[in-house]
């Protein structure tokens, strides 16, 4: 059964600082998403990573994928206001055809 | 393009009622899925539909629970004699396999709160 483990679970940063997000998982995941949240909506998507050394870049956040240690990390550059929210990684047991596992998501709060 | 539709969007009942949700995916999606959140946690699967199939259930999805996708493009989610642990965000995602990344993109959910 696929498990996937995010931390920190809270993170407090200023703008302007670097900061990554770690997501582990524990066996194999066919690919590997990360979400966002804001409070009270709902999930959108940022970014699915396929292949091991797998590397998505969209603005301020990059996501990388390492298969073998079955870890995806993201990536904060130069943190702004607009990046706080809750964000959410997940996988796919191989088993199954499709349904997500997420972590308990990791709530971001940049203040000025 | 219209994303994935949920109504009603907040839903307020005393326990012990029936309770259903709509979800109304994005056109061309033949995936369906539905998930619960509750305060503070990831979403949790609940079931998954193909087409009007239901391929795939959750042990969270008590026999209460029920889902159905009759002609394979809006679904339907009834929670029979609601608890006050049914209390959560019920989530609606769509996707389109076939595309290597098989996106799941969610709505806007449907807030269940039990009294």
């Known amino acids: 059964e696929l498990k996937v483990e995010q931390n920190p679970l809270f993170l407090s940063m200023q703008e302007g600082k670097n900061y990554t997000i770690y997501c582990n998982y524990s066996t194999t995941s066919d690919r590997l998403y990360w979400y966002r949240q804001d409070p009270g909506k709902s999930l959108e998507s940022l970014f699915v990573?396929?292949?091991?050394?797998a590397v998505k870049q969209e603005g301020r956040l990059m996501a990388s994928l390492d298969t073998k240690a079955r870890l995806s990390t993201l990536h904060i550059t130069a943190a702004v206001h607009d990046l706080s929210a809750t964000y959410f990684c997940?996988?796919?047991?191989?088993?199954?055809?499709?349904?997500?596992?997420f972590g308990k998501g990791t709530k971001l709060s940049v203040k000025p | 393009d219209t994303g994935v539709s949920q109504d009603p969007r907040h839903k307020i009942t005393k326990r012990g009622q029936n309770v259903t949700f709509r979800c109304d995916p994005i056109s061309e999606h033949n995936r369906l899925y539905w998930y619960r959140q509750t305060l503070g946690q990831g979403p949790e699967f609940l079931t998954y539909f193909q087409n009007e199939a239901q391929l795939e259930k959750s042990r969270l999805l008590s026999d209460r629970f029920s889902a159905e996708r009759p002609k394979g493009s809006f679904s339907t989610l009834e929670i029979q004699r609601t608890e006050q642990g049914d209390s959560a965000m019920y989530l609606c995602a769509s996707s389109r396999p076939g595309l290597a990344t098989d996106t799941q993109y969610f709505g806007p959910g449907t807030r269940l709160t039990v009294l």
């Open positions: 990573l396929l292949s091991n050394g």
């Open positions: 997940a996988g796919i047991y191989g088993g199954s055809q499709g349904n997500l596992i």
